[in-house]
């Protein structure tokens, strides 16, 4: 039954005794057409639209956890389109126009708040190139407002303007931008997989990927050999780990990525800040706490934590940008582990093993990407044709050096993003 | 996390700069042609445990190659890169 506030009222009235659990639980059949390994955000989007869109059903969703467990639930929620390459461009203009419509779609309330998103810039250098950004966006068909001093002062009058270090010029404002909650996410689209017939199978660990003469023909997992005709991976983090069970090297390393939340205060930020020159964002939650991060460690890890080097880094950021954070108290910190590709851009794609597709390299930005992700990887599994907004997302891309996606000009090389 | 150097023992990670899974130290020739080039600038391991990697010591100057759990973040034994390099 499809939830409203109409339905919310009548359950009140009955003492809320006509909820039912929002997916089954069920045991996992012989065999599938598809098969997806890894139930957060990314392959619960892709059996999503692989139901909706192309009519296929007949699917599972292998999660050695629980759903949603993963990265989905370890991120810091933003939702942004303001890209510069092409390649990049299209794909997360996509997937923000998912955005604005999954409430509707899904009918589940994933409290999208498109607050605008605020990337502030310290020189005349920054300026020209966050000017050509939002040139980049405007042309990509999304929005981007270049805000002076006085105009960042007027929505952000908290910060530190005339810091010596880092005197705030200006910022790019993406009025579009904002944040999403990130567990309903996974839950929207676990709900509406599982309505149009997918089964989502949790507490089951694929060790083991069965090819024959180069074709795939299924898994093993904890609960057993279940046959497949296609098979699509998508672990983020241990997405070396999955492939590998298919004779696979991926060009990946897996790196930890720290996040923060403070405790809960009454509104102060009202939108999502990015302060690159100190690896600093912040937004501020529904529920009150300062939600904010960093960069990488720079070191592989997968011990979903972190280590006090970079906590102190993001700290002083805080402090330098917006010295009133120094009220608040961290409630906590977690780590997440990111599947960061050479030249920072994802990949959707084939493999070399017939029916096997490979879906990472989401490197920090795997969030905003859950729509468009699942809808790119679905139409690539189905049609087995690349969609055109991710046709740029090849593997082989790193071996030709053709068609890297390099968004932050640093080089197609590890530990460079 | 604590870092080992050969030349100066144990120093806080702040010391340090990671600098690559131990790939790097096999650096093919040449005309090894596109696979073997792809395998060191690209392709990885990835190792969720176990790991042998190198890490810069920035005040002494210095290659480690440093045995380091990827999973429990434990620091292992560290010897001079240029002892293994080839």
């Not at chain 1, 065999?31 to 619960?44: F, K």
């Not at chain 1, 530190?160 to 929207?188: E, K, M, S």
């Not at chain 1, 089951?204 to 296609?230: L, P, S, W, Y």
């Not at chain 1, 020159?277 to 592989?300: A, C, E, R, T």
Request: glycine share 14%; net charge neutral; aromatic share 10%.
């Amino acid at each position: 039954m499809g939830y409203s506030g109409l339905r919310v009222i009548w359950e009140g009235l009955r003492g809320q005794t006509g909820w039912k659990p929002m997916w089954r639980d069920p045991t996992p059949k012989a065999e599938y057409d598809v098969i997806i390994i890894g139930g957060g955000g990314h392959g619960l989007s892709t059996a999503y639209y692989l139901a909706k869109m192309h009519g296929i059903t007949n699917v599972a969703v292998l999660e050695k956890g629980y759903l949603g467990g993963g990265n989905v639930g370890r991120n810091t929620t933003i939702v942004r389109a303001n890209y510069f390459l092409p390649g990049n461009s299209e794909f997360y203009s996509h997937s923000l126009k998912l955005w604005e419509g999954l409430e509707a779609d899904l009918n589940y309330n994933v409290m999208h708040s498109q607050r605008g998103l605020i990337n502030l810039f310290h020189s005349d250098g920054q300026r020209d190139a966050f000017v050509r950004r939002g040139n980049a966006m405007i042309n990509q068909g999304d929005d981007a407002v270049l805000l002076d001093r006085e105009g960042v002062r007027k929505y952000l009058p908290y910060l530190d303007f005339d810091n010596v270090r880092f005197p705030i010029y200006g910022g790019l404002l993406h009025p579009r931008g904002g944040t999403a909650r990130h567990d309903a996410v996974a839950w929207g689209y676990a709900r509406g997989a599982d309505s149009r017939g997918v089964d989502l199978i949790q507490n089951c660990e694929v060790t083991g990927i069965d090819i024959e003469n180069g074709v795939v023909k299924g898994v093993q997992t904890t609960r057993g050999a279940i046959r497949a005709k296609k098979v699509a991976m998508v672990t983020a983090g241990r997405s070396g780990q999955v492939a590998a069970l298919a004779g696979m090297r991926l060009p990946v390393e897996s790196h930890v990525l720290q996040a923060f939340v403070t405790e809960g205060l009454k509104p102060v930020i009202d939108h999502v800040v990015s302060f690159g020159m100190g690896h600093f964002y912040i937004s501020q939650s529904d529920k009150g706490g300062l939600v904010f991060g960093g960069d990488i460690d720079f070191y592989p890890s997968y011990a979903a934590r972190g280590n006090l080097p970079m906590k102190e880094h993001v700290m002083d950021a805080a402090m330098t940008l917006m010295p009133m954070i120094g009220k608040a108290k961290v409630l906590r910190s977690w780590g997440g582990i990111m599947d960061m590709s050479p030249d920072g851009s994802p990949i959707i794609d084939r493999t070399h093993v017939d029916g096997l597709f490979v879906n990472y390299g989401w490197n920090y930005g795997g969030f905003k990407a859950v729509p468009a992700s699942g809808y790119a990887y679905a139409h690539l599994i189905a049609t087995g044709a690349p969609h055109e907004t991710a046709a740029g997302f090849r593997l082989d891309r790193f071996r030709t050096g053709q068609g890297i996606i390099d968004e932050e000009g640093t080089g197609s090389q590890h530990n460079l993003h | 996390m604590r870092i080992n150097c050969p030349h100066c023992g144990t120093r806080d990670r702040r010391e340090f700069t990671w600098s690559g899974a131990d790939v790097a130290l096999n650096r093919p020739a040449p005309d090894a042609g596109e696979a073997a080039w792809d395998d060191y600038v690209h392709l990885r391991e990835n190792p969720a445990g176990a790991s042998r990697e190198l890490w810069y010591h920035d005040p002494c100057g210095t290659f480690a190659l440093v045995e380091r759990d990827t999973v429990t973040h434990l620091v292992g034994d560290a010897v001079l890169a240029e002892k293994v390099a080839r």
